[in-house]
């Protein structure tokens, strides 16, 4: 397994990655917020090489205009990963999912994974659709044994210092970034 943490707005530009292989910045929510601090956060992380995704918080409304919006203000590259955090208890699973199927058809060249709680996962959803990758908020158990029997790429494990921690299901940064860069024909939701 590989480590790395998320950020948003509540934390600092120049936060500390010791120990990290990857980092997913917040990018945006809805279709009216920007994280005035991404391309800060960004920056800090391709310095370090490490392995960059962007996710974007999703709000009750138009998935379609969602979507638009976090890759207008995103403009992911090769090898960025991009994420859906299905939070909000007003968007519901269908549009959780219709979300993931605009994002891989806007970006197919980019990965797509889905960011919930265990609870949403166990008892929102009801079609297993994640994307490319599943990656599930457990700091109920330990690094790499989430609660859940479906197959995870990421697991948000712990919040210290004010970071969210995470590992992924990769046996190294190189792995992470060779999944991260492969550009998939889309087949319609997954």
Known sequence: MIHGIDVSSH?????????????????????????????AQRDRAERKGLVVGFYHYVTPGSMAAQVDYFLGEAQPRAGHMLALDWEDPGVSCKDKDRWIAEARSAAPGHRVVLYCNRD??????????????????????????PAIEHPWTFHQYSSADGLDRNVGRFVDRAALSAWASEAKTRRGPR
């Open 11 to 39: 934390q600092r530009k120049n936060y500390p990655i010791g120990g990290s292989d990857f980092v997913f910045v917040k990018v945006s929510e809805g279709t009216s917020y920007t994280n005035p601090k991404w391309m």
């Open 120 to 145: 949403y996962w166990l008892h929102r959803d009801t079609t297993s659709r994640a994307g490319d990758g599943l990656w599930i908020a457990d700091p109920d158990h330990p690094a790499g044994h």
